[in-house]
């Protein structure tokens, strides 16, 4: 019998209002620690309730772009505020919805609000170039214009960040938008959403509907008046939806999945790369796009760095993210705890040496909790090392030399994130120079970026656009060339 306890009921967020869905189907989301608890209900929402949204987006967008940036930048910093007044409940509802521990909880949502700071500032910024005309008698300039209604397609693994960093240059820039967040992560989602309504947006400049993603993210995808869709979420997922949109002449971004690589050279402090392999491979229970899944290491150090790993992984405790001891959540869903266990199993038969873990926890609330896993004897051709298990298991693979290691670094389809833990600074600047992936990162995990630094990767892990930062501004403006003569 499933348990309700602070259960929120949500509806779709249209035109400045709470609207009911045409649908009287819901989903549900439950807390993956305590399967039988229910964390709250969205609509399963119909491609009418998307239309109304993307109606409503574009009516709103025409009176928001005609605000002053300064005037946008106002009520982003008034919903930076609001959802900093609130952020010990959005984690809270993110770890009971998701499984993440509640300090990473509570870490995102902070993260949220600076975001919202950072592009409220935007708003002051410059917006266009002058350019000399070659005619002495003119002046010309470009002048960056927003695009109009942005589709906003979400995962569940930051339900908090992921729409901030989405939403916050959209709008600051004159765009309005719709968004469609991932069932799992929905309720955290809306959450957020009501942050914003808080903080007083106009009609239709914000807009949320909830649903299956064959409806409404398909629908956002192929809907005309979506002028741009920025989109972060799998590679199969994402390159459909690139297909879709581009069908029909409109702008898409898209960043995907990952295959990090952490390289432990033999000169390195053996121990910083050890934490790192930790933290950034198995926090977030392995559910982060730039989680280092494949540890490629030095002959010279192997062994050590093995010994160090495996006493340190000993450490790590398993359990319900709002207990304070818990060092790692429970898989997000049943689907992704499945999916670990798959990707385990396939790792034996490959032939790899399973070392550590990978065994179910059980609990009393038959929560998804697996151990952190390692495996040993991992060979480049393997599953285990090709495929994206977003889950908390670590391939240990052996090389002789740092070249080799770059080498095996790059062969895999993905290009998000790569690491190496080094001192020589030849290997330094070589791994800088040939490593296929957008976030390189030197004596420093795979996971994580500054939120004012570009963000994305090479490969099939992105469409080669770039979030966050400055570099938010290329997707969600186009450019005016204006040419005026006296
Ligand atoms: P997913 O692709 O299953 O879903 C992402 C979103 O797409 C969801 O909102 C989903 O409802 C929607 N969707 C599903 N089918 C659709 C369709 N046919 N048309 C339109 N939308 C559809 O991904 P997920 O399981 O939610 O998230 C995990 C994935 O996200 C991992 O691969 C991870 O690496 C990736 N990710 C990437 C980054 C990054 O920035 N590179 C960040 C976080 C997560």
Redesign the pocket.
């Known amino acids: 019998m499933a348990t309700t306890t602070n259960t929120k009921s949500f509806s779709n967020y249209i035109n400045g209002k709470w609207s009911p869905s045409e649908s009287s189907e819901v989903i549900q989301s439950t807390n993956p620690a305590k399967p039988d608890e229910v964390v709250g209900t969205v609509p399963s929402s119909t491609k009418g309730d998307l239309e109304e949204a993307v109606q409503a987006a574009k009516a709103g967008q025409q009176k928001w772009k005609k605000l002053s940036g300064a005037e946008r930048g106002n009520v982003l910093f008034k919903a930076a505020e609001v959802l900093e007044k609130n952020l010990e409940e959005v984690a809270e509802t993110m770890t009971r919805e998701m499984g993440k521990t509640l300090p990473e909880a509570k870490g995102e949502t902070a993260r949220g609000v600076a975001i919202l700071r950072y592009y409220a500032g935007e708003g002051m910024r410059s917006d266009g170039d002058v350019i000399p005309s070659t005619d002495p008698s003119a002046l010309m300039f470009s002048k960056r214009v927003p695009l109009g209604v942005v589709g906003v397609?979400?995962?569940?693994?930051?339900p908090v960040a992921?729409p901030i960093w989405k939403m916050a240059p959209a709008l600051i820039y004159g765009n309005s938008v719709v968004i469609?967040?991932?069932?799992?992560g929905a309720v955290t989602a809306a959450k957020v959403i009501e942050c914003f309504d808080k903080a007083g947006f106009p009609e239709g400049v914000v807009n949320l509907v909830t649903g299956?993603?064959?409806v409404i993210?398909?629908g956002?995808?192929e809907h005309k008046d979506v002028a741009a869709l920025t989109?972060?979420?799998?590679?199969?997922?994402?390159t459909?939806?690139g297909q879709t949109v581009a069908a029909r002449g409109g702008k898409y971004q898209l960043?995907?999945?990952?295959k990090n690589p952490l390289i432990v050279a033999e000169d390195c402090d053996i121990d910083l790369a050890v934490d790192a392999a930790i933290s950034g491979g198995l926090k977030s229970t392995g559910q982060?796009?730039t989680c280092s899944s494949r540890v490629i290491i030095q002959e010279g150090i192997y062994d050590k760095f093995k010994q160090k790993l495996l006493e340190k992984v000993g450490e790590i405790t398993v359990g319900d993210g709002l207990e304070e001891h818990t060092w790692m959540g429970p898989c997000a869903t049943k689907e992704q705890y499945d999916s670990v266990q798959k990707y385990i199993e396939i790792g034996q038969q490959e032939g790899a040496e399973l070392i550590y873990g990978g065994k179910t926890v059980s609990s009393e609330n038959n929560g998804y909790y697996v151990e952190p896993a390692i495996f040993d004897q991992v060979e480049s051709t393997m599953k285990i090392a090709q495929e994206?298990i977003?889950g908390p298991v670590l391939a240990l693979m052996k090389v002789k030399t740092v070249e080799e290691a770059i080498n095996l670094a790059n062969d895999v389809d993905y290009g998000?994130s790569a690491s190496i833990f080094a001192k020589n600074i030849d290997h330094i600047l070589d791994f800088i120079e040939d490593v296929d992936a957008g976030l390189v990162r030197i004596n420093s995990e795979t996971a994580g970026v500054e939120l004012q630094a570009p963000?994305?990767?090479m490969k099939a892990?992105?469409s080669y656009s770039r979030?966050q930062g400055q570099a938010a501004k290329e997707f969600f403006t186009t450019f005016k060339t204006v040419f005026i003569k006296r």
Do not use: D, R, V, Y
């Open positions: 397609i979400t995962p569940w693994n930051f992921i469609k967040p991932a069932s799992e299956k993603g064959s993210g398909q956002l995808a989109f972060t979420g799998s590679n199969a997922t994402g459909h939806i960043e995907m999945g990952g982060k796009c994206e977003f998000l963000f994305g990767g892990s992105s979030e």
